[in-house]
């Protein structure tokens, strides 16, 4: 009944940007916080950027400054510009929204990811 999409993934250069959307569609009441996250092949998931309904946001400490999360409540979507790209963000992609579906707790989803390539 929900299902969050992905998309703007893609191969750029170092110093180059991207601009990466997740859209959730279904059946539900609202949802809370949003969030991206990333990995590498043989690393585990990390958190990239969080961001809550009312629009306070954290990030880790490596993209501060460079990554910028954001969300449209009304087209239940969330952004993520990507700024001053470096190797080392390299990953795939992914998701995750705390949504609220009637008669029970919020519930996190998952989109499936999108691969961020930066190389030269």
């Known amino acids: 009944q929900v299902q969050l999409v992905e998309s703007g993934g893609g191969l750029v250069q170092p110093g180059g940007s991207l601009r990466l959307s997740c859209a959730a569609s279904?059946?539900?009441?609202?949802?809370?916080?949003m969030g991206w996250y990333r990995q590498a092949p043989g690393n585990l998931r990390e958190l990239v950027a969080v961001?809550?309904?009312?629009?306070?946001?954290n990030y880790v400490d490596s993209v501060k400054g460079r990554f910028t999360i954001s969300r449209d409540n009304a087209k239940n979507t969330v952004y993520l510009q990507m700024n001053s790209l470096k190797p080392e963000d390299t990953g795939v992609y992914y998701c995750?929204?705390?949504?609220?579906?009637?008669?029970?707790?919020?519930?996190?989803?998952w989109g499936k990811g999108t691969l961020v390539t930066v190389s030269s």
């Open positions: 995750k929204a705390e949504v609220v579906q009637w008669a029970q707790s919020p519930t996190d989803y």
């Open positions: 279904g059946t539900f009441f609202s949802i809370n916080g």
């Open positions: 961001i809550t309904r009312t629009g306070r946001s």
